[in-house]
């Protein structure tokens, strides 16, 4: 592993960052905290399919964390990783969302400069049928 982080240890950090951006009050909520969690060229498969760039991330998070009345209530489970490079780690888990929505995540994070930070992201919704 690299720079000698044991599994267990990359696997802690990279769950307590998971799922991404739903922890405003660790992570802080400005357009500058946001983009310090993102590599410079991230971008997002939604769980409808649509591909969203950094900036349409951001600016869906900026108008979230500033409603008063936006809930946010979710539960992890599954986490599973693997290196795929130098620094670069696939982070899998599955993400319940208000008790009813559940969708398989996928997140791409590389270590840069120490700091972690998101490449790619991706969510699909799990049917019933597949449970």
């Not at 405003?24 to 969690?37: C, M, V």
Request: charged share 25%; net charge negative.
């Amino acid at each position: 592993m690299t720079q000698g982080l044991s599994y267990a240890l990359i696997l802690a950090e990279l769950k307590s960052r998971e799922p991404i951006f739903h922890h405003p009050e660790k992570f802080g909520k400005t357009r500058q905290d946001i983009e310090a969690q993102m590599c410079e060229e991230f971008w997002e498969v939604g769980a409808s399919g649509n591909v969203y760039t950094k900036q349409d991330v951001i600016e869906t998070l900026l108008t979230r964390y500033n409603d008063k009345n936006y809930q946010d209530i979710w539960e992890t489970s599954d986490f599973k990783f693997t290196q795929i490079a130098p620094d670069h780690y696939l982070l899998t888990y599955i993400l319940v969302q208000n008790k009813i929505r559940r969708t398989q995540r996928s997140t791409i994070w590389r270590k840069i400069t120490g700091e972690w930070k998101i490449m790619y992201h991706q969510g699909t919704i799990i049917e019933e049928d597949k449970l």
